[in-house]
């Protein structure tokens, strides 16, 4: 089926279309992240405890001290990694400029008097500048318990969702449709060991697997991507193993054999193509598992480190202000998980109706 008769009927499904809209934007905005967050150093990591806990809306003035000596970053790592901060932030009540000094009130919080600090306007390379170096802040979404910008580190940890699901998507490909396409070909003894392995993995509970995997490899973002993709080959190998089986036996394959084509060629050539349609389903819903994998993983403590931004550590963090006026710390991070794992969920069964040729 051409690629624009599926995206057509796609379109035609309000469900299939929007989740495919939903991830759209999550993975544009996972891309260009730091060009769209507030807070653009690595990680989105900029701390300020005088500001924990703060709620959706809160704006404060800060006064930003340049530093010295910052490392120059290029077009594309700082697309990649974020820019390293250039400035001292610091959070403040009120300031009075008073040559040759500037004085200024530490923010800390409405119910108490900040201390009062002067600093030589010396201190601000090329002069002090009122535009330059005094801002006020909103953050949208409030602040985490750390002080850090919430809105930033959502958006920004779409980016770890997205990896994860692509990298493991991509490893259990690798894996499953080689094996799959071996054993459901040469069948006989071939398919005996094959499926007997995948029976063995299969019969592994999926969570426990990938935690031991994990703790075998050792704590880490890229540790997930080979934990969650080892895992996610069988039932990408089960459904090519099928497909093989039923396909082997068309005509034009057993034309391929009598003209003399090699195994190889016949595989990869003539049975998988007609093979994919049930593997880009499969795939989508393997990319919604994926994310809830690492989403566990992470809440667990086992996934993304400290201070990557991601979703299931985000949850960790602020769980315990579920039963306060502070939950939607949590449950803004759980949103978002549930939101682009519905998209997924809702593609692939588009996806489904949309490549099924029983369907008129």
């Not at 801002?135 to 949208?140: D, I, K, Q, S, V």
């Not at 993304?304 to 985000?314: E, F, K, L, V, Y």
């Not at 803004?332 to 939101?339: D, E, H, Q, R």
């Amino acid at each position: 089926m051409e690629k624009a008769g599926v995206l057509k009927k796609i379109s035609k499904d309000p469900l299939g279309a929007g989740g495919m809209v939903i991830i759209l934007l999550a993975f544009l905005v996972s891309v260009f992240a730091y060009w769209l967050i507030p807070d653009n150093t690595p990680n989105a990591n900029e701390m300020h405890l005088a500001l924990a806990n703060r709620n959706p809306g809160f704006k404060v003035q800060v006064l930003k001290m340049p530093l010295q000596n910052v490392p120059q970053t290029g077009f594309v790592d700082a697309m990649v990694n974020g820019t390293p901060p250039r400035y001292e932030v610091i959070p403040i009540q009120n300031f009075e400029l008073a040559p040759p000094n500037i004085g200024y009130t530490e923010y800390t919080g409405e119910a108490e008097a900040g201390v009062w600090k002067e600093i030589a306007l010396s201190e601000f390379k090329g002069g002090f500048n009122e535009a330059q170096h005094l801002e006020y802040r909103t953050y949208l979404l409030g602040t985490d318990k750390y002080g850090r910008d919430l809105l930033s580190r959502i958006l920004l940890g779409a980016r770890v969702s997205f990896a994860v699901g692509f990298i493991s998507v991509l490893i259990s490909l690798l894996i499953g449709i080689p094996m799959g396409a071996i054993a459901g070909y040469y069948g006989g003894w071939v398919d005996k060991v094959v499926m007997w392995f995948i029976n063995v993995v299969w019969s592994i509970p999926t969570l426990l697997m990938v935690i031991a995997i994990t703790l075998a490899l050792g704590k880490g973002f890229w540790q997930v991507f080979i934990a969650v993709g080892f895992t996610m080959w069988v039932e990408v190998a089960r459904i090519v193993r099928g497909q093989v089986l039923s396909i082997r036996e068309k005509e034009y394959v057993q034309a391929a054999r009598v003209l003399g084509f090699g195994d190889r060629q016949i595989i990869f050539r003539h049975i998988l193509p007609n093979a994919l349609a049930p593997v880009i389903v499969i795939s989508a819903a393997n990319f919604a598992a994926a994310i809830l994998i690492e989403s566990g993983l992470s809440f667990l403590g086992i996934g993304a480190q400290p201070p990557m931004p991601s979703w299931g550590s985000m949850i960790k963090d602020h769980y315990a202000y579920l039963i306060v006026d502070k939950a939607y710390l949590a449950i803004a991070p759980g949103v978002a998980i549930m939101l682009l794992v519905l998209s997924f969920m809702m593609l692939g069964n588009s996806l489904r109706d949309a490549l099924d040729v029983r369907r008129v």
